[in-house]
């Protein structure tokens, strides 16, 4: 009796890690991937989510343009980044807060945006709100907005409608964001993010580059996209 | 008797957590924090399970566990072990999750994987000396 009963607690047990083993690689299998960055082969799940989220990240943080953190800041971490780019959205919704809480709000790093079209012509939809957030100093919010409803691939999914929900839910003026994106500003904005682009030979996003004060900026080599990796790697670049 | 009562309020505390937990995934609010860790681990990848928070399948748990807590007899004591077990596992997968790829700790999964254990520890205790129904 008493045996019998520790064979099916253990039965239980041996069936509970079986099915929690296949529940985790296949709920992982089915996440959604890319071909188009050069991030490490990592798998990333869409989350939603609202600009109430990407307020509380960025809550406190001077922002001026494309720029985030004090601008006495003693590094500058430029990311070259595409609102379609899955990888991009997974290190802005699992490391980006991590970067900001640790070394922007100490003062440490300034973060500096630059969006590429990277993916297909509906990035450019995406990049134009960011860039007219920018105007109203909400970049970051909108970027992380426009990440926390990232739909597939070149699949349209970067409207006028969307743009304009996540303009609201940022707390910027949509009407205002929408007039700006088609501006001569916001394409000069465009034009400057491309050259330096260019200048890095950027092949594929999401990609950083440190700079500290005075020296010159180099390329920003992780091991992963997760937020002890990335740190890893950005401890190193400070040192 | 005591066992099933104690796991009923054991449930009841996991009950309380998750539905925190799953309230403030919906809400999209930060959660009370004193470790800094646990919105990060709230907007990680490894807060959904194919889309479905993993707070909201917690909970769904608990409530399962504490209803078998008022059933008697072997057969819901064994079912209460399989699900306190699977319980258990995830919680454990997650636990890795955060020390390993996250680099944060949340205090309320470290205080859910507590609870899940106690409950998965009463209901093997219960198993081996429940009556027959």
């Known amino acids: 009796m008493e045996r019998n009963r520790l064979l099916l607690v253990a039965g239980a047990i041996v069936a509970a890690v079986v099915v929690v083993v296949v529940i985790v690689v296949v709920a992982g299998s089915g996440s959604k991937s890319t071909s188009t960055t050069t991030a490490p082969p990592v798998t990333t799940t869409g989350s939603g989510g609202s600009g109430t989220e990407a307020q509380s990240t960025f809550a406190g943080v001077p922002q001026h343009g494309d720029t985030l953190g004090k601008p006495t800041a003693g590094a500058t971490l430029a990311v070259y980044e595409d609102p379609q780019c899955p990888y991009c959205q997974q290190w802005n919704i699992d490391t980006l807060p991590t970067v900001v809480q640790n070394y922007v709000r100490t003062g440490r790093l300034k973060v500096v945006y630059h969006g590429v079209v990277i993916i297909g012509t509906n990035s450019v939809n995406g990049l134009r709100a960011i860039y007219a957030a920018g105007l109203q100093n909400k970049l970051w919010n909108m970027n992380e907005a426009l990440y926390e409803r990232q739909g597939d691939e070149n699949s349209g999914w970067i409207t006028i409608g969307l743009i304009k929900q996540a303009a609201r839910e940022v707390g910027a003026n949509a009407a205002k964001l929408i007039a700006d994106a088609d501006s001569a500003t916001v394409t000069k904005e465009l034009r400057r993010s491309e050259a330096a682009a260019e200048a890095i030979n950027l092949n594929g996003t999401p990609t950083f580059t440190i700079q500290k004060t005075l020296g010159q900026e180099q390329q920003l080599s992780v091991a992963g996209l997760e937020p002890n990796d990335f740190t890893s790697a950005l401890d190193a670049a400070l040192q | ?133």
């Not at chain 2, 470790?35 to 959904?48: D, H, I, L, N, W």
């Not at chain 2, 479905?52 to 819901?76: M, Q, T």
Request: with cysteine; hydrophobic share 55%.
């Open chain 2, 1 to 133: 008797m005591t066992l099933r009562r104690a796991a009923a309020a054991a449930c009841v505390v996991g009950v309380a957590i998750a539905a925190y937990l799953t309230y403030v995934h919906y809400s999209h609010t930060a959660p009370v924090c004193t470790t800094g860790g646990c919105e990060t681990v709230q907007k990680s990848k490894y807060a959904e399970l194919a889309g479905i928070p993993v707070a909201l399948l917690g909970l769904v748990a608990y409530v399962v566990l504490l209803g078998l807590s008022l059933v008697r007899g072997v057969d819901a004591a064994l079912v209460g072990v399989f699900v306190a077990a699977v319980g258990v596992a995830f919680s454990a997968y997650l636990l890795w999750a955060q020390l390993g790829p996250i680099g944060a700790i949340c205090q309320w999964c470290i205080a859910n994987d507590v609870t899940i254990t106690v409950v998965a520890v009463l209901y093997v205790a219960r198993m081996l000396t429940e009556r027959p129904a």
